[in-house]
Every structure is written in C-alpha cells, then in structure tokens.
C-alpha cells in the first residue's frame, strides 16, 4: 500500500492523528533502502499511554534507546513482529517526529542481508509472543519454559540473519535478543542520516504511521491474520511431515509462505525418501498440498489484494487530480523515490513469478492457484508505478522506466 504527502482525505474524520501544522519532521528517503536494513524505533510521542509505557519499559529494562525493530524485505516495506502477529509496514507511509527516535541500520554483507530479507517474508503472519518477549528482558528462570510458535519483533530480525549467516547476530540467543542487543551490534551501517531527511509534516499526516508514535490502520493486519489462521489449520499436518520424515531436512514457520515454500521443497525433495517410504510419503505431501490450495481456493487472499489495490488506486487519483493544480501540493522528492522503490519491488515480483514458472506450478496444486495472486500484486503494482510516473513527467522529473535499478 501507498500513500504520498498530498492533501488529507476531506471524508476522514480521525481525530487521534496529528494534524498538518507545519512542523518539520523525519521523512524516509525509500529510494535508499535496501533488503535487509534495520530500522529501530522508540515511541516517544503518542496518545496512547499504554504505548507509551510499555516503550519506555522496554528502554529501562534493556538499558537501550529504541523499544521495536524492523527488517526491510523488499523496500518500502519492512516486516515487523508485533501485537497482531508478524505483520509489514511500508515506509513509504511513515515519518518520525524526531530523528533521534528512529536508527537504520545495514549489514556491510548485502549477500548475508538479502538472504535474511528473503526469509524474513516467509515469516508474515506468524504469532507475535509476548511470553517469549518477556523472557528477552528478564532471567531465565522467571518464567517457565515457553511451548509456541511466536516470535517478537527484535528476535525476528536476529533469526533471519543468523539464518542467513551473519555471525554478529548469533553472539546472543535469539530469544534473547532485545532492540538494544541490536543497536549494540559493531560493524552494522549506521545511514539514519542519509535515509531520513527534514520536511514539513505532511498534510495527510492523519493517514500515516508515525514511527515514534501512532499508527495509521492498514490493510497489512488483514493479510497477517489470513496468514495465521491458514498456519494454524495446517500446523498439526506440517509438523507431522517433518517429523516423519527427518532425512529430508524440511522445515517451515507457522505462516503460510513459509509453509508454501516448504510444499514445493517437498516436492522437489522427493527422491529422498527411500522408495519403501516414498508412497506413505507422495500421500502426505500431497495431502497436505492440497489443504493449501483448499485455503488459496476461499479467494480470502485475492479478496486482500483487490482491496488493497483499490485504496491505492484511490490515492493515485487523488494524486494526479492535484497535480493538475496550479500549485500541487505534493512531495515529488519523495514520490520519486517511490516509484525507484516500487519498481524494484515490481522486479523482484516478476523474478519470483518467473522462478515459479520454470519450476512449473503445476507440480503444486496450492502454488499453481497461488501465482496469479502474485501476478495480480505485480499488475497493481506495474499500474501504479506507471500513473505516478506520468505525475513526475508533467513536472520535469520523469524515471527512466527502462532503468529500474536506477
């Protein structure tokens, strides 16, 4: 999802946003981000107290100066552990109140910071835990020991990188890792300075997520809560493979990328299993590839991208309505910027799409209803970079669509 510094939304009434004041704040450049980045964040000026509280718990207890952390997996957008389960924010919706609230973060190792940004996205819509978000920050022998799936913001991002390789995230455990642990970590990029820069608050700041402070309601929840409740439908039967079959080296997250993922790995793996097993085996894969497809057959996902792609739609023709005025009241700096980001977004899509294809989708029942999902994110996504493209045109600054890594 999207969203630009142009004029508020005349037929919302939210009243728990900051209004536009001409204050200056922290905007984000999305056109520097790369997978993989950190993004660490304190909340600091919020009406929530409860919020506000446990932000400033978390600072005292760890001894730190951000409370939350993020992980880029395809800029704009960030994966995040919270409340609701492993969710996405897209940056391009956000700002910070002040610079000091907020850190980004790069692994020097781009390789090591794909790879974790890669499997970061398998992790969307998996529990959040506050249990195991308890256990980070107090002794071990406090709470007893805890049986789930969930995971918490900070140690999310330490699971994907020490998955990927990274060394430096695998000197304290996962599930003790804390926002602080992080910002600790030597040899981390510290580009806070080059990524966010000083603007005025944007008019339609109402609609968007301060990163010190309130959040804007987005459609990302629904998608987290697809996810989860298709894990936990499908868990007792993904469990059950894994542990039948150890030689074949399977292993998925509680959340439904992630266990698509390990369908097509399942099926590829086949010729492990030893032939006397191979038929107890195909049975299982296959059972369980087509609980999958069962749930991608509701239409709960298509649903979630058609309405996503209809707010976008929205914005985008609020936005070319006010370019059109004699005096546009948008933030071109930053919409370009969007459009870089979301056509490599648009390219890392059409990659995965491409990759599927060769792989042959018709080997999985679930990835084959699976894939025009994913082509109708990529054809929302091509549209939208298109008519924001043409806002840039008609004011000098046009991308060059041949040039997406631009």
């Not at 060769?358 to 298109?386: I, M």
Request: hydrophobic share 45%; charged share 25%; aromatic share 6%.
């Amino acid at each position: 999802m999207m969203t630009m510094s142009v004029r508020a939304d005349p037929d919302n009434n939210s009243s728990h946003r900051p209004e536009y004041d001409g204050r200056s704040v922290a905007l984000p450049r999305i056109d520097l981000l790369e997978p993989g980045d950190i993004l660490l964040t304190s909340n600091r000026v919020s009406e929530d107290r409860k919020g506000l509280k446990q932000s400033d718990a978390i600072r005292r207890v760890t001894r730190g100066r951000f409370s939350h952390a993020l992980i880029c997996s395809s800029p704009p957008v960030f994966v995040e552990a919270i409340g609701s389960g492993v969710s996405t924010l897209s940056l391009g919706r956000c700002f910070a109140h002040d610079i000091a609230n907020v850190r980004l973060l790069r692994f020097p190792n781009r390789e090591i910071a794909q790879r974790a940004a890669k499997l970061a996205q398998y992790e969307i819509g998996r529990d959040y835990s506050v249990a195991r978000a308890v256990r980070s920050v107090f002794p071990l022998d406090v709470l007893d020991r805890i049986d789930d799936h969930g995971i918490f913001c900070s140690a999310l991002v330490a699971q994907v990188f020490s998955a990927a390789g990274a060394e430096s995230f695998e000197r304290v455990p996962i599930d003790r890792t804390t926002p602080a642990t992080i910002d600790g970590i030597d040899g981390l990029d510290d580009l806070t300075a080059a990524v966010f820069r000083s603007g005025l608050m944007p008019n339609n700041a109402e609609n968007m997520t301060a990163l010190d402070g309130d959040r804007a309601p987005t459609l990302s929840a629904k998608q987290t809560q697809i996810s989860a409740d298709c894990a936990r439908a499908l868990w007792p039967q993904v469990a059950d493979l894994i542990a039948s079959y150890p030689e074949v080296a399977l292993a998925a997250q509680p959340a439904f990328y992630s266990i698509l993922k390990m369908v097509t790995e399942a099926i590829e793996r086949a010729d492990i299993v030893a032939p006397a097993r191979r038929a107890d085996y195909d049975r299982a894969v296959g059972a369980l590839d087509r609980a999958l497809a069962a749930f991608v057959a509701k239409g709960e996902l298509v649903a979630l991208f058609e309405e996503i792609a209809r707010v976008d739609d929205a914005m985008i023709m609020r936005t070319i309505a006010e370019s059109f005025e004699a005096r546009p009241d948008i933030d071109l700096e930053a919409l370009r910027g969007y459009v870089i980001a979301g056509q490599r977004q648009l390219d890392d899509r059409r990659e995965a799409i491409d990759q599927w294809e060769r792989w042959g989708a018709e080997r999985s029942a679930a990835l084959e209803l699976y894939l025009p999902v994913e082509r109708l994110a990529a054809d929302a996504t091509s549209r939208r970079n298109a008519a924001l493209n043409e806002i840039l045109a008609r004011t000098g600054r046009p991308i060059d669509a041949t040039s997406p890594k631009s």
